[in-house]
């Protein structure tokens, strides 16, 4: 097998590792091509086994790398730190199961050790005797690590099989409720318990600690309708494997918006505008990311309303 064909059909999956791993779409890019590079330039003796699991072991341990330079700069971050979401629409190869946002949110809250562990054995399943080196540890403390990390996960986040039609029928029916400023069907579609978490990484707006409850994320999103200018465009766009909103102000992108659903109500809501992370988002969309500094008036074009939205769910 070629390079470039090894590229080609190794590429998703690399790519998936390392953004499982960093949250971020220019890292993981940049991981996976170092990682090919390594592999271009190993030893033939280094590359006997199986080329996937070769490329997952150097793009797991540049990753590992990477995540612990980031968490040392995430310190000094301004609010909450949510992963750059990413455009899958044009990937087909990215499982959705493989870059949920929902999930990447809660493999931040793991130790760099316990996230490398719990993705290159979940995802990957990839031996302990494989893991081991790339973190440093050795085969038995793998298996606790694990473990423990699996358990955290299964707590903060259930599993649940929700068809992409339901949660784009969901998200639909979130932004009507949303634009119409209706908070009784927002607390339809909203679980009791739901919670928004917002990212502007002090560049934009964002709420810099999560608004927990129901009620509460109504009142919030409400509240910040109220206070955007009469015009503005709502595009659907395939976020993270499943539908999400795509904001524009006056040609620029402003905010991503994604939800976590138990195919029943909606449990989790996720702004991200902070610009940095909003790149990608906005070659795909047209028009740059919002930066206040060099924008401060914004004219926003008229909201347009989704395709067929259907009702809200009564309980």
Known sequence: MTLDRTFAELRPAMFA??????????????????????????????AVRSLKAYLATITARLSFNRLRDQRARRESYIGEWLPEPLVTADEPAARA??????????????SPVERVV???????????EEIAPVVGRDVVGCRK????????????RPRFTVDRARHRALMQSFFEAARGQDIEKLLLLLDDRAVLHGDGGGKAFATKRPVVGGLAVARFLIAVIRTMPPETTVEEMELNGAAGLVVKA?????????????????????????PDKL????????GGAFDRQRDDRIDLAPVRTLSNPPRGRSR
């Open 17 to 46: 590792l390392a953004y499982r791993i960093t949250g971020n779409r220019a890292d993981a890019e940049e991981i996976v091509q170092d990682a090919f590079v390594r592999l271009h330039d190993a030893e033939p003796k280094d």
């Open 145 to 156: 690590i694990f473990s423990r990390a699996r358990a955290r996960v299964t707590e903060e």
């Open 279 to 286: 790149e990608a988002i906005a070659r795909v969309a047209g």
């Open 118 to 128: 719990f993705v290159l054995r979940n995802a990957f399943d990839l031996p302990f």
């Open 250 to 274: 006056a040609g620029r992108v402003v905010v991503a918006i994604m939800i976590d659903t138990d195919g029943e109500c909606i449990r989790s809501v996720f702004g991200v505008s902070n």
């Open 97 to 110: 199961e493989d870059v949920s946002f929902a999930l990447l949110v809660v493999l931040e809250r793991l």
